[in-house]
Nanobody
């Protein structure tokens, strides 16, 4: 069982940057595919980005390409999401999640079995 804890959210103005962190314990972090999801007010949870266990492969939702960067430090058991050029529509609770080992890559939340509690990101105009 994995335990995940996000941090780094906050209130920022449009155009600003934030970096989210997610510390993972439980299974060996370097063997876990990881993802970021978000849920905006009144919206369903949506996929943001994912990264392979070694960090050599990443994938992004179209709406964050060229603005967000997912990365990891396996020595620190930590996942990151660098968010640049934030927009009002990026306002959401952001969740990190660890992927089920039977899936090598997935944008579907159901393929991620452990989740953090979420961190709020609010972008004002």
């Amino acid at each position: 069982q994995d335990q995940l804890a996000e941090s780094g959210g906050g209130l920022v103005q449009a155009g600003a940057s934030l970096t989210l962190s997610c510390v993972v314990s439980g299974r060996t972090f370097s063997t876990l595919g990881m993802g970021w999801f978000r849920q905006g007010p009144g919206k369903e949870r949506e996929y943001v980005a994912q990264i392979s266990p070694s960090g050599d492969r990443t994938h992004y939702a179209d709406f964050v390409k060229d603005r967000f960067t997912i990365s990891r430090d396996n020595a620190k058991n930590t996942l990151y999401l660098q968010m640049n050029a934030l927009k009002v529509e990026d306002t959401a609770v952001y969740y990190c999640a660890s992927r089920r080992p039977d899936y090598s890559a997935s944008t579907y939340s159901g393929h991620y079995n452990y989740w953090g509690q979420g961190t709020q990101v609010t972008v004002s105009s």
